[in-house]
């Protein structure tokens, strides 16, 4: 069974545009065309598109997918480079979650010292004039 590229976005959720983008960067293989030149997709395409879809919803930069997509395509292979791709982005994603909770710690007070009042006593545009405040505190954070 074959699909052409409409029926293979339509299955996969993904958009046309971005399976030739794939296609292009050698994520999906270029599949064979018909003589009007429409792409035909096997039924394997909707199983690598899903698993890319997948990959970059958790964040994995190209280079990573591609890698892992390797690895997929080789099964006999150790899975060590499998494990420290995942090792990376998830470092990559505990140091945002860092950056996201001195972010939330920094704007809770600024709105807990909040009077109320009038502009001129705020805390929140205080602290936001403040350029000694703040950003330097979150990239430690």
Known sequence: MDFSIGELSRRTAVKVATIRYYEQIGLLPAPPRTEGQQR????????????????RELGFEVDAIRALLSLQDNPDQSCATADAIAKARLAEVE??????????????RMVDECACGRVAECRVIETLADRSHGHGRLAQG
Not at 40 to 55: C, D, M, T
Not at 95 to 103: D, E, G
Request: aromatic share 6%.
């Open 95 to 108: 140091s945002r979650i860092a950056s996201l909770n001195a972010l939330r710690l920094e704007l809770t």
């Open 40 to 55: 035909r997709y096997a039924k394997g395409a909707v199983s690598r598109l899903a698993f890319i879809r997948h990959s």
